[in-house]
């Protein structure tokens, strides 16, 4: 089997300066994987780059996706493919229910010639996506109620999560890639996060969970760990790195490989 997702010594520019400066990842489905380091690191830059954000220019590497370079798709035909961004659609979009943003997603995802067929069955009618729907939201223990709110109007911090871990839940992935961006994540939203990869995560997604939040680790357990920092992932390791960051945080990191000088 060859691998799902694959960086290779990726280097990204954002207004002519580069931010990462040769990464290189695999994640294969059935793993999770947890990407750490300090604000500026260059994280949300790899999330972005990674779903085909027109703003992060791909100057040097590639990335792999099934064994294919997605360097000329748009986020659209990653999506398809099976990528997942969590923040794709962080807008609230009034007059919008939760459910039918999710039905939107899933058409969305159904590549014309295909309906009907493949992925487009569960996608078309309403009774399956409906009964998708409740599935998936017993699965991650949601309260049916959830679906017809609409979607991150007056939304919490958790709420919010809860919508994006549904998604996900919905369009199973092969890879899911979920940016914990620093505002607005408190201890709920954490957990929320963290019960929907925990439960979610399974032999058919690979997951990555990128954060500044050691603490986000305490509740998901990631087999494998990478820190970046200035734009290069300087250290890789399992579960015990993390532990090791909380206990430390990330000065030693620092010490040992320098600030890139910036
Ligand atoms: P992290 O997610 O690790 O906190 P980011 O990827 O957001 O880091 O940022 C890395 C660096 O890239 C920072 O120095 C940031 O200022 C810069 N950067 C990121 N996005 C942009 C942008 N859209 N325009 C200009 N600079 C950016
Ligand atoms: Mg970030």
């Not at 089997?1 to 300066?17: A, C, P």
């Not at 489905?29 to 703003?55: D, I």
């Not at 991150?152 to 899911?176: H, T």
């Amino acid at each position: 089997m060859g691998s799902e997702l694959e960086i290779k010594g990726l280097h990204v520019s954002v207004e002519d300066q580069e931010i990462l400066k040769g990464v290189s990842l695999v994640v294969n489905r059935g793993e999770v994987h947890a990407l750490m380091g300090p604000n500026g690191s260059g994280k949300s830059t790899l999330a972005y780059a990674l779903m085909g954000h027109p703003n992060y220019e791909i100057t040097g590497g590639d990335i792999f996706f099934k064994g294919e370079s997605v360097l000329d798709t748009d986020p659209d035909e990653r999506s398809r493919a099976g990528m997942f961004l969590a923040f794709q659609y962080p807008v609230s979009i009034p007059g919008v229910s939760v459910a039918n943003f999710l039905r939107m997603a899933m058409n969305a995802r159904v590549p014309e010639e295909e309906n009907g067929g493949g992925r487009g069955k569960k996608s078309i009618s309403i009774p399956k996506f409906r009964k998708l729907m409740k599935e998936k939201m017993a699965l991650l223990e949601m309260d049916p109620s959830f679906a017809g709110r609409y979607l991150n109007e007056g939304f919490s911090g958790g709420e919010k999560k809860r919508a994006e871990i549904l998604q996900m839940a919905m369009l199973e992935p092969e890879i899911a890639i979920l940016d914990e961006t620093d505002s607005g994540l408190d201890i709920d939203a954490l957990r929320i996060v963290a019960n929907g990869v925990n439960t979610l995560a399974g032999p058919e997604m690979g997951v990555l969970v990128i954060t500044h939040y050691q603490r986000l680790l305490n509740y998901i357990k990631p087999d494998y760990v990478h820190v970046m920092l200035s734009g290069r992932i300087v250290e890789s390791g399992g579960p015990e790195l993390a532990l090791h960051l909380e206990e430390r945080g990330y000065d030693w990191v620092r010490e040992k490989h320098g600030n890139g000088g910036e």
